[in-house]
């Protein structure tokens, strides 16, 4: 177990609606990245915040957001959705958001499923 | 932009077999390099790691090293288990931002 969360593990959703997954990073981590694993495109890096602000930025969409609350929770939202947005959405943590020197920590990810 | 490159295709060897799975990358500067490792429906989890040239990385008896002459960064272990199928993905960090490769499925068979 990383310590960090991830809800909801599964979501089943149409074309052209918009979702929200969950992300809680472990105790005492102040930033948090999200990623897109898909058959095709394999694993891609969408974006990074540090104690609330955005620090870097990946192949995320225009249609993707993202933010990081006081609290340090982080949300992706994805909009107008298509199926080839059928993917796993993993968040990780670390603690200085230092991701070149820093071990990242991996949750069990959020499994959609557009339809 | 930076990328890493992977060997094609799954990797399946007999227990106590040696393992090697390739990594080359592309890179402006120093990148930081990775191994990862996905068990069957778990998240990642940071294998090793290696932030400068010459550098060795090495976790469960896995090791890789950060050549900058050849921008390799190769996994091997000298003895595989059965609990060592996965899928392993090289990274790399530069340009803020971290890069996979495709992954390879390994699968060691008893």
């Known amino acids: 177990d990383s310590g960090v969360t991830q809800t909801p593990k599964h979501l089943i959703t149409a074309t052209g609606q918009r979702v929200t997954l969950r992300c809680s990073p472990r105790s005492g981590d102040l930033s948090v990245y999200w990623y897109q694993q898909s058959l095709d495109q394999g694993l891609q890096f969408l974006i990074q915040?540090?104690?609330?602000?955005?620090?870097a930025k990946g192949n995320i969409l225009e249609r993707f957001s993202a933010q990081q609350f006081p609290d340090l929770h982080s949300e992706l939202n994805l909009s107008s959705l298509e199926l080839g947005d059928s993917a796993l959405y993993f968040c990780a943590s670390s603690t200085l958001g230092l991701a070149g020197k820093e071990t990242q920590y991996f949750g069990p990810g959020t499994r959609l499923l557009v339809l | 932009g930076d990328s890493v490159t992977q060997m094609e295709g799954p990797v399946t060897l007999s227990e106590e077999a040696f393992l090697t799975i390739n990594c080359t990358y592309t890179?402006?500067?120093?990148?930081?390099l990775f191994w990862y490792v996905q068990y069957p429906g778990e998240g990642l989890q940071l294998l090793l790691k290696a932030t400068k040239a010459d550098d060795k990385g090495s976790n469960k008896g896995f090791e890789a090293t950060y050549r900058k002459e050849t921008t390799s960064f190769h996994l091997e272990k000298g003895s595989v288990q059965v609990s060592d199928s996965a899928v392993y993905f090289c990274?790399?960090?530069?340009?803020?931002?971290?890069?996979f490769g495709k992954g390879n499925q390994v699968v060691v068979i008893p």
């Open positions: 915040y540090y104690n609330g602000e955005e620090r």
């Open positions: 990274a790399l960090w530069g340009n803020n931002r971290l890069a």
């Open positions: 890179a402006t500067g120093y990148p930081s």
